[in-house]
């Protein structure tokens, strides 16, 4: 063990002449100081809850209401109270306990505090309403109509003046439920280029007979819980689609997040933790405090929903031998910190405050001093998180269910979150960029199997050099959000924290701090067997993947702008043309979009593989002229944007038939068109991660402060797993994923291939690097 600190309240010796207690001052010290900071932050919670339900109100608003009010009253010389209190009066001695005068004043602030009430509600459903039209996405960048500025100008002064981040939860409209004839519309279109004429009539069959007997009757049981639940799809889409699966959320569910590509803040492990893990905690008490900012689309002008932020820290996925279910606690003031095979329970207050940077770096020295050996089973115990849910689930029940295991993992489930700190070296190289890269993407993705713990809503990952990253659970939220908390660190990490000349944290260790607390464990032989036997189907699964990232800095986003084309729109194209080159077919496309503009979304499918998408790329395999390229080109992009806003809008086409497929099943109805539909694989899954927080990097006086991005694991066995973040103007980085057993995919050709097809789309315009015809 590194250091043990136990802070003992009290302490008694029984003798000849009664109790002898020795009270340790400093330990009631602590006591009072956690108890303090515990109501503080319950207080704070409370007035952030009051002050969010009444949003746009205020109580400035409410002190103008109610005196304007009276003063109206008084001034006319009418009655504030409007006769309500002559009415209690009949039925209640007021009288006898207030003067005439004071019931009227009474009476008045009653009926003022109605009136600012039915204010905040007709301005939140005003402000719903106005959210509710999207016409502005139709529009041209840099083109607004009138209209829509008289539009951005109401839901200005509706919004309020100094939302919090969940402020807009109340007026965020619902997500729409599309009609079934729209939808089976938008599917048989989507699925053309790839079937065959036959293929195509049968399943067009397949769909109007749902559109005209099933599918009514589907829909009339969706549109009921559309009215009463908050949002009718996610729900369902976090239990079935991600808490009821039963193979690995390693590789299958889990993705990672990157750290700077080129810069390097620090050679020392435990310096890089007490940087990172300070920022994390920061982040979480403006997160507390509900100080993070809201996010909006159009220059800061509609909201998106903040719903997912509320199980970010302090949550884990606990497993179920059916379906896994989202612990989480409100607060908690330590985080485990795993390192060659220990487990170690580290405090981050002291004095009643968060531990500094050089303190928690101070921590993170005494684990890695620590020469203790891990217990029998200690080890690989995580392994238990990377295999099947199932054997987790069992094991959990039989092994972890009482005494030092129940306790021990206990402390890991409602930590605030996790970090490995990892015995490996992880860095770009620039002698070696491709298997540098590679490999650090492999290692976030999946490590050993068994020193990181899947569970947890993330793990930090520390290497031995100082690089880091992220490893995220995905049933909680979605990419943007921890991206958006990774953004965050990255920004404070190397500037607003900084480090010394010798690379240390700034600031002085404190020498009273209690140290790390090993966690204790009593893992049977035959638990070992399931660990096991966990780590196997870990392994294999782990060895199978195939990764692969591309810097790609031929030209980025500020060139594709000057084509007058939609950056996402180009990419997408060009993974097609990609696709095409790879395997000489088309396949079905999932592009992920966000549907948080409206409460409590989370994401749609973007199908980008469409019959004017193939038609371009068949036009890049054949002979055909620039200028026919570039018409079908411009029609396809059209096409994606089209899709991409429907998407957004809640007019898309898979969640509508996932929860069709949902009520089908509780009925007991079985339908074959959408048996069919929800079992076709996604050979291609593609996703873009946004940076959100543009203010936080100057990547055009610091393009050095640039992130790596993030991956996933492939979706299908023979298919591929794009993502890809856009950096600045010049600057777009792709993390590929697929499988080694699949003979069909290779991911560094597939690499190969989406550099060319970026290369021969950008040679249509005739544009050098610069942007110059």
Not at 367 to 377: C, K, Q, Y
């Amino acid at each position: 063990m590194a250091e043990a600190h136990q802070a003992v309240a009290f302490q008694f010796t029984v003798g000849p002449d009664g109790i002898d207690l020795q009270l340790s001052h400093e330990a009631l010290r602590q006591i009072y100081l956690s108890g303090l900071h515990s109501w503080k932050k319950r207080f704070i919670r409370f007035k952030n809850g009051v002050m969010t339900g009444v949003y746009p109100g205020s109580p400035g608003g409410f002190m103008v209401v109610v005196v304007s009010y009276m003063s109206y009253n008084r001034y006319y010389q009418l009655d504030p109270s409007r006769g309500i209190m002559t009415k209690l009066g009949e039925y209640l001695p007021l009288s006898r306990y207030m003067s005439s005068d004071s019931q009227k004043i009474v009476g008045g602030v009653l009926v003022g505090t109605g009136l600012w009430v039915s204010i905040i509600m007709v301005m939140r459903n005003v402000l719903k309403c106005l959210l509710s039209w999207h016409g502005w996405m139709s529009q041209r960048h840099g083109s607004v109509s009138y209209g829509t500025h008289l539009w951005m100008l109401l839901v200005k002064i509706f919004s309020g003046r100094k939302p919090m981040l969940y402020s807009f939860q109340n007026s965020l409209p619902r997500l729409p439920v599309p009609a079934v004839k729209d939808t089976c519309r938008r599917y048989l279109e989507s699925v053309r280029p790839l079937m065959e004429d036959e293929q195509f009539e049968r399943m067009k069959g397949l769909a109007k007979d749902f559109e005209k007997n099933l599918g009514p009757r589907l829909q009339w049981y969706l549109k009921l819980k559309s009215w009463w639940a908050s949002n009718y799809v996610s729900d369902w889409w976090e239990e079935y689609i991600y808490l009821r699966g039963r193979s690995p959320i390693m590789v299958n569910s889990n993705y990672y997040a990157m750290d700077f590509l080129y810069v390097f803040p620090t050679s020392i492990q435990a310096a890089r933790a007490g940087n990172a893990i300070h920022a994390i905690m920061l982040y979480r008490r403006k997160l507390d405090r509900a100080q993070i900012k809201p996010i909006y689309l159009l220059a800061n002008k509609v909201p998106l929903c903040s719903a997912q932020w509320e199980r970010m820290f302090n949550t884990t996925r606990s497993p179920g031998v059916e379906t896994d279910i989202l612990m989480h606690v409100n607060d908690t003031k330590h985080i485990v910190v795993y390192h060659k095979g220990r487990f170690f329970k580290v405090g981050m207050f002291y004095d009643g405050r968060l531990l500094l940077p050089r303190e928690i770096e101070q921590q993170m020295e005494r684990i890695l001093a620590d020469t203790s050996e891990p217990s029998p089973g200690e080890a690989k115990l995580a392994a238990l998180t990377a295999g099947d849910r199932t054997p987790w689930a069992k094991a959990r029940e039989t092994y972890f269910n009482r005494g030092k295991n129940k306790q021990a993992l206990d402390t890991i489930e409602k930590a605030a979150f996790f970090v490995t700190l990892d015995d490996s070296e992880q860095r770009y190289d620039e002698k070696n960029p491709v298997r540098s890269l590679d490999k650090y993407a492999k290692s976030l993705l999946h490590g050993e199997c068994y020193d990181r713990w899947f569970d947890k809503s993330f793990n930090l990952i520390i290497f031995k050099n100082g690089t880091m990253g992220l490893n995220a659970e995905h049933s909680w939220a979605d990419a943007p959000i921890i991206g958006h908390l990774w953004e965050h660190v990255l920004s404070m990490d190397p500037v607003k924290l900084g480090y010394t000349e010798e690379g240390h944290c700034n600031g002085e260790p404190h020498p009273n701090v209690p140290g790390p607390q090993r966690l204790q464990w009593d893992i049977t032989p035959e638990c070992e067997e399931v660990i096991e036997s966990s780590l196997t189907v870990a392994k294999n699964l782990a060895n199978d993947v195939d990764c692969h990232i591309i810097p790609f800095s031929t030209f980025g986003k500020g060139l594709i702008k000057k084509c007058r084309t939609s950056p996402d729109a180009f990419i997408q194209i060009a993974l097609q043309l990609a696709h095409y080159r790879d395997k000489g077919k088309f396949c079905l496309t999932y592009e992920a979009s966000m549907t948080r503009l409206f409460r409590e979304g989370r994401t749609e499918t973007v199908r980008s593989c469409t019959m004017e998408t193939c038609a371009f790329v068949r036009s890049m395999i054949r002979d055909e002229t620039r200028e026919e390229r570039m018409k079908l080109l411009k029609v396809a992009a059209e096409k994606h944007q089209d899709m991409y806003r429907l998407a957004m809008t809640g007019q898309g086409i898979d969640r509508h038939l996932f929860c069709l497929y949902v009520v089908s099943k509780y009925l007991g109805e079985d339908s074959a068109f959408l048996k069919e539909v929800l079992s076709e694989p996604w050979r291609l899954s593609t996703s873009q991660t946004p940076l959100q927080q543009m203010e936080l990097f100057d990547l055009i006086k610091h393009p050095e402060y640039v992130t790596s991005g993030g991956g996933f694991g492939p979706v299908a066995d023979d298919g591929y797993g794009v993502s890809y973040i856009i950096l600045g103007e010049n600057l777009i980085n792709f993390h590929i994923s697929s499988k080694h057993s699949s003979p069909e995919t290779d991911s560094h050709r597939f690499g190969g291939h989406i550099k060319q097809a970026m290369m021969d789309i950008l040679d249509l315009f005739q544009l050098d690097k610069k942007g110059i015809k």
